[in-house]
């Protein structure tokens, strides 16, 4: 696990799920963050920081952790950040935590990673410049075929383009980066069911064009996209009208939704599975899953973060490497 942007959410969830023995039931869970950050949390909250198991970076990417603990990874800035502000520092942070982390899965030192929440505009203040941890990872594992999937029991989602402006969307669709994400789809769905499944693929355009009278993308990218898919065998349909794809005699018969833009799938899912959903990368050489929420700056340090969703990926996680052959638990 990455502990996310030191000043959210982040440190509350996951070092709460590295001392959880029911997390232990199901992984072996290893935080990389920081031994500081920690105690100062666990101080603010009145309490001592266990004595766990403690690595430097070095220590970690050499040898594989047999037993749950905290990786050190130093802090560059001022330790008395602000909690639930956005500064430089902690975005800083929270990138070396997601480095470390790509390093480590691969090199073997752990089987998967599961991300905690940064903040992208803390990111961008530390001069970072990735729009996410999706980009971040496709860029470190030089990834050329890739996409988010944002996986729940009520509803699925994977998604042609991400994070962008809605101006944008139109340029950077085309046949063959929806194909691509239809194909990383279904080898998900055999992955995770063992079987492609059956998938639907949203217009871009209000009842997904009306023939062209509200928009070309359906016609010129998204339809050739679907018929290679299907003549490669993938029981897909589409493109359907986005305002009525996710209705309950539509989700009870799909296995994933292939969405064109962020909010298309993220308002469905988040709305039908906010504490449950699950958001992981298709096509990278290593698994990562994440939680599906921001920092939360708002309640952080509070107690009061809800650890669904963080749950959700570590279990996820645990059976994506189950289902690859890899690891021991």
Aim: glycine fraction near 8%; proline fraction near 6%.
């Amino acid at each position: 696990m990455t502990l996310g942007d030191p000043a959210g959410v982040g440190p509350e969830l996951t070092l709460a799920a590295l001392l959880d023995p029911e997390v232990q039931k199901f992984c072996v869970p290893v935080l990389i963050g920081n031994v500081a950050i920690a105690e100062r949390y666990f101080l603010h909250c009145g309490q001592s920081f266990p004595d766990v198991p403690r690595w430097s970076v070095a220590e970690f990417l050499h040898n594989r952790p047999s037993e749950a603990g905290l990786v050190d990874v130093p802090f560059e800035g001022d330790l008395d950040y602000d909690i639930g502000q956005i500064s430089a520092d902690c975005g800083r942070a929270a990138f070396s935590y997601v480095e470390t982390a790509i390093a480590a899965a691969q090199t073997g030192s752990v089987d998967a990673v599961t991300t905690g929440p940064l903040n992208k505009q803390a990111m961008h203040l530390a001069g970072i410049d990735f729009p996410g941890h999706t980009e971040i990872f496709a860029e470190r594992t030089q990834s050329t075929k890739w996409c988010m999937m944002q996986y729940s029991d009520e509803v699925t989602c994977t998604f042609a383009t991400v994070h962008c402006g809605y101006a944008d969307v139109p340029r950077l669709l085309t046949e063959q980066r929806v194909l691509d994400t239809i194909e990383l789809t279904a080898a998900a769905m055999q992955a995770l069911h063992n079987r492609p499944g059956t998938l639907v693929v949203c217009g871009l355009n209000p009842h997904a064009g009306e023939n062209g009278l509200f928009g070309q993308e359906e016609k010129l990218v998204i339809e050739p996209a679907i018929a290679r898919a299907r003549a490669q065998g993938i029981d897909i349909h589409g493109p359907v009208p986005p305002d009525t794809a996710f209705l309950p005699a539509r989700r009870a018969c799909t296995d994933a939704f292939v969405c064109m833009y962020h909010d298309q799938g993220h308002i469905p899912l988040k709305a039908l599975a906010f504490d449950r959903a699950v958001n992981t990368t298709l096509g990278l050489p290593i698994i990562r899953t994440s939680v599906d929420h921001g920092t939360a700056f708002d309640i952080a340090w509070k107690g009061t973060a809800d650890s669904g969703s963080l749950y959700a990926a570590l279990k996820l996680a645990a059976r994506l490497v189950q289902k690859a052959g890899m690891g021991n638990q």
